[in-house]
């Protein structure tokens, strides 16, 4: 075991080097954390025409965003056999106000009006999958107070990661993409509040399932890159839907090299 561990940065072209302003160290022990996207419309809702369902909950009332119908169902603990089924979340908020109710439209305003919370922990767990495909499962939520004060953790299998349900204020839309690769028909996510804090519970507003892979990162290379997404793709026997996600919309992604397409 070593105590310690060099990282040599080295530029291509050598006046160009690099610019550090900064260092960090963190335990990897710890939960990384995630950062989501901004919910603030149905353009940045992460639900697309197509997708394989999408419901939101603590009310009946169906609606549609993007072209995809969006199943309401009111209650705790909602489920729909073969879909998924959300355990161990005992209570129903309705009527809050926030920047997405504010909105005009029967969209993301009705959908954000209403959600379930009170899971210590909550239970999702996603229902049909065919084995070796990759899924992007979507988790509405809203800011409740100042940011840290509702920090989650997720967890499915080995993936683990944490999130602050308050990343953009208090009030505001915000919109947590969990991409994996089904290994059975069924995925069940744990979503946990902090140990630090046990009653912030995570508020639930809806839940989204889409095959394909989703590009975020607007690099050349990297997680959730477009080159990262061709590569995993073709990976996979069979075909693969990839999407670009509406945050990085007029971003310019500028190539090094051809693309892995196959």
Do not use: M
């Amino acid at each position: 075991v070593t105590t310690s561990r060099v990282i040599t940065i080295t530029p291509v072209v050598p006046s160009n080097s690099f610019h550090l302003y900064a260092l960090a160290l963190r335990d990897a022990g710890a939960d990384p954390v995630r950062c989501g996207a901004p919910w603030r419309d149905d353009d940045s809702a992460g639900i697309l025409a197509g997708s394989s369902w999408a419901y939101h909950f603590g009310s009946a009332t169906s609606l549609a965003i993007n072209g995809q119908t969006v199943a309401g169902i009111a209650g705790a603990n909602p489920s729909v056999a073969g879909r998924f089924a959300v355990t161990g979340v005992p209570s129903v908020f309705n009527g809050d106000t926030n920047n997405l109710t504010s909105l005009s439209g029967t969209g993301s305003a009705t959908l954000a009006a209403n959600f379930i919370y009170g899971g210590t922990p909550a239970t999702v767990t996603l229902q049909g999958l065919v084995s070796g495909r990759k899924y992007v499962a979507t988790f509405l939520t809203a800011g409740w107070e100042a940011p840290g004060g509702r920090k989650i953790v997720f967890a499915s299998g080995s993936d683990r990661f944490a999130v602050d349900q308050d990343q953009f204020g208090d009030n505001a839309g915000h919109r947590i993409d969990y991409d994996f690769t089904a290994d059975g028909t069924t995925r069940t996510v744990t979503i946990s509040p902090s140990s630090s804090n046990p009653g912030a519970t995570f508020h639930l507003y809806g839940l989204a399932l889409r095959q394909g892979s989703v590009v975020t990162n607007p690099c050349d290379f990297g997680p959730n890159s477009l080159r990262q997404t061709l590569t995993e793709a073709g990976a996979i026997t069979g075909a693969d839907t990839i999407t670009l996600d509406p945050q990085i919309d007029g971003s310019q992604i500028t190539l090094g090299s051809e693309l892995p397409v196959t």
